[in-house]
């Protein structure tokens, strides 16, 4: 079985297709995110997860009355002056303090191994080398 560390020495090439809506580039990009790449591919992964632990899962932004009113905002209100999503950070305005509603860096969930694994753990000196390997019989 290949670990980690094998993924990094396998080439990978994959054509990119892109679906045309016929609309704006934006848009276009946009709707091909929604239909074809980020979505069914989150999806199905909530999907797995959910069967997997008997859970119910909800996708509450996959709405389809606010995907309509969402497509329904026409595309030169989507970003403006530099900001994305400018509708949003519009609505905000005078709600949510401008130090964050107009901060334009991504914030995201980062977990560094070291905080997922103990590698200093004694009982599990072979960590490391476990996660790095190439191989394991």
Do not use: W
Not at 78 to 104: C, E, F, P, S, T
């Amino acid at each position: 079985m290949i670990f980690f560390v094998g993924f990094l020495k396998v080439d990978f090439k994959e054509d990119f297709i892109e679906e045309d809506y016929g609309y704006s580039l934006l848009r276009n990009r946009m709707l091909n995110e929604l239909f074809h790449e980020s979505i069914p591919v989150i999806l199905h992964e909530d999907d797995l997860n959910s069967m997997m632990y008997s859970v119910e899962n909800r996708s509450p932004y996959l709405d389809s009355g606010l995907f309509d009113f969402a497509y329904s905002i026409p595309v030169e209100y989507l970003i403006q002056n530099g900001y994305g999503k400018y509708v949003l950070r519009q609505a905000m305005k005078g709600i949510l303090n401008d130090k964050v509603r107009l901060d334009r860096c991504k914030k995201g969930f980062n977990a560094s191994i070291n905080s997922l694994l103990d590698f200093n753990d004694e009982k599990r000196k072979d960590t490391r080398g476990y996660v790095t390997s190439d191989y394991t019989e």
